[in-house]
């Protein structure tokens, strides 16, 4: 058996496992902030042209969409580093 296999095999701990947890938090805050500002965007537009309100309505559920994709893609890279 090589030196590297019996290293991995002797040493069964993991360090620093807690700091997924805390880069997945600070991923989490670009999305949140982003999803507030569409949706207050979105209620100005809606505020200033309410015969639109379906189509802004549609293009705040696209932003909001986007920007969540963030947050999970955030929460994967915590998992896989």
Same mark, same amino acid.
């Not at 296999?5 to 496992?17: P, V």
């Not at 909001?64 to 999970?72: R, T």
């Given at each position: 058996?090589?030196?590297?296999? *019996?290293?991995?095999?002797?040493?069964?701990?993991?360090?620093?496992?807690?700091?997924?947890?805390?880069?997945?938090?600070?991923?989490?805050?670009?999305?949140?902030?982003?999803?507030?500002?569409?949706?207050?965007?979105?209620?100005?537009?809606?505020?200033? *042209?309410?015969?639109?309100?379906? *189509?802004?309505?549609?293009?705040?559920?696209?932003?909001?969409?986007?920007?969540?994709?963030?947050?999970?893609?955030?929460?994967?890279?915590?998992?896989?580093?």
């Amino acid at each position: 058996m090589s030196f590297i296999a *019996q290293t991995l095999a002797a040493d069964n701990t993991i360090e620093g496992s807690g700091f997924g947890a805390i880069g997945y938090g600070l991923a989490a805050i670009g999305p949140g902030i982003g999803v507030g500002i569409v949706a207050g965007k979105a209620i100005e537009g809606i505020a200033r *042209q309410p015969e639109l309100a379906g *189509q802004i309505r549609a293009t705040m559920f696209l932003g909001i969409a986007l920007s969540e994709a963030l947050a999970l893609i955030g929460i994967v890279a915590g998992f896989i580093f």
